[in-house]
């Protein structure tokens, strides 16, 4: 048998289509192999659907799937109408329910059609520019880029994320009992799932999803404990929670850091994180309309990330003028905004992360974020997988509903006397994957096959 070969980079492909995809493979651009032309400067990724030297054909296919999801997403909030366009856009893209154990290995209308335009040229032009390179691992984070790299023939080894707690039969190939493509999954569950779709349980590696290693530290935790160990003394203001789990937290903290859960160097900071297409922004709004009082007097910080949306950022900048809180800005409420890329957006959320003490998002890649010890307050679910997702949190208990956002000030006031949000903020980092990035790396680079332990089935 030949041992594996051992590599120091791999291609990483993403897609440019909302955030999920993109903040996936983030935090492996220290392994990602630059091409000259096709790749994003300093971070070395490139884009399957915006390289340099993309056939006018293969952008025409990807724009228009892009800009009908964005617009649709938008739309979703209208009565009557929105719900129902959304709706049958969800239903194409549904997953099955998980019981009973079956076969659901035939190929929907969608691997269909998305199969017919690969095989007519659909994803040719990058597969052949990477061919004529090196055959470093291809490393994706959508299972389309997967189908491109294994219908055209890519030479090296091909490696899928995925980027859900629950996926749907398009992540899985044609014919998956033949495919060669190896699949990165957060959970045993989307392990399971895949194996239904008939992948062999070989190709399947439980890796956790990527998450940032600049809030994590070294396979240590060192960043990771000193951030939580602050958060949870924010989260724990009367005490209630420390007092019951001490010895726990002490063995998983240590006595020095544990230390640490009896101050903080900041207020309590909430951070409030759009959709890639920009929806949900009327929820920010009313967050911020809610705490105003807090804010003033700096007893919260509110952070509002519009992303790279610009209307989001001026939509936001107009709900603060409204609410006289604009004096208040880059002081206890700070508006996170990136005009130059997704890329630059996620160092700038990652940097905001390090003090952030509770995370309020509708359930998508964001809900992994879990294994950083943030408790997720959990907004409505936009589409099928984000309520996969939204089962998951609330199974590990790293997840509470929103109430209505209206009265944030006074719900959030006794979750926080209660302590459930410091029991959140420990269950995610006791019970979710967190060492994604570093799995990864030592599969796809180094050949490794051990699968980590510590991961739930939902």
């Not at 199969?115 to 659909?122: E, F, R």
């Not at 992948?199 to 290693?213: A, D, Q, S, Y």
Request: glycine fraction near 8%; hydrophobic fraction near 35%; include cysteine.
């Amino acid at each position: 048998m030949l041992e594996k070969k051992i590599f120091d980079k791999a291609y990483i492909v993403t897609v440019d289509m909302g955030y999920g995809h993109q903040r996936a493979v983030h935090p492996l651009h220290e392994i990602a192999q630059s091409v000259p032309g096709m790749s994003m400067d300093e971070y070395g990724i490139i884009n399957a659907n915006k390289y340099g030297g993309i056939t006018k054909s293969d952008q025409f296919k990807w724009e228009g799937g892009r800009k009908i999801y964005e617009k649709i997403s938008r739309l979703k909030h209208l009565p009557l109408v929105g719900n129902y366009i959304f709706g049958l856009m969800d239903y194409v893209q549904r997953i099955e329910p998980f019981y009973p154990y079956r076969d659901l290995s035939r190929p929907t209308l969608q691997v269909k059609e998305i199969y017919g335009m690969i095989k007519k040229g659909w994803g040719k032009d990058l597969i052949n520019k990477l061919n004529k390179l090196e055959h470093l691992p291809y490393i994706t984070s959508f299972f389309t880029t997967a189908f491109f790299a294994e219908e055209h023939d890519y030479k090296g080894d091909i490696y899928c994320i995925c980027t859900d707690t629950d996926i749907s039969r398009a992540w899985a190939p044609l014919d998956p009992k033949r495919s060669r493509i190896n699949y990165l999954v957060p959970n045993r569950r989307v392990k399971k799932r895949l194996e239904s779709y008939g992948v062999r349980e070989h190709k399947i590696f439980i890796t956790g999803f990527p998450l940032p290693k600049e809030n994590i530290g070294d396979k240590n935790l060192d960043i990771l404990k000193k951030n939580l160990a602050s958060r949870i003394f924010n989260l724990d203001p009367e005490g209630l929670y420390r007092s019951k789990y001490k010895y726990t937290m002490e063995k998983f903290f240590g006595k020095k850091i544990c230390d640490r859960c009896n101050e903080s160097d900041h207020p309590l900071t909430l951070t409030f994180a759009v959709g890639g297409a920009g929806a949900q922004r009327e929820l920010g709004a009313e967050i911020a309309s809610s705490l105003r009082e807090e804010i003033v007097k700096g007893k919260i910080r509110l952070n509002l990330v519009a992303g790279i949306k610009n209307d989001v950022f001026r939509y936001y900048q107009a709900i603060l003028e409204d609410l006289n809180l604009t004096s208040h800005i880059n002081k206890n409420i700070f508006l996170i905004y990136s005009a130059q890329s997704k890329f630059d957006y996620f160092k700038q959320f990652n940097e905001v992360l390090q003090t952030t003490d509770i995370l309020w998002t509708k359930p998508s890649e964001l809900s992994f974020y879990a294994g950083l010890g943030l408790p997720i307050i959990i907004a409505p679910t936009v589409g099928s997988q984000e309520d996969f997702n939204k089962k998951w949190l609330t199974s590990i208990g790293a997840g509470v509903v929103q109430e209505d956002p209206k009265f944030t000030n006074e719900w959030l006031k006794d979750w926080l006397a209660s302590g459930w949000l410091a029991d959140a903020a420990m269950n995610g980092f006791l019970n979710a994957p967190r060492n994604g990035a570093y799995h990864v790396e030592e599969i796809v680079l180094k050949g490794k096959k051990s699968e980590i332990e510590d991961m739930h089935l939902f």
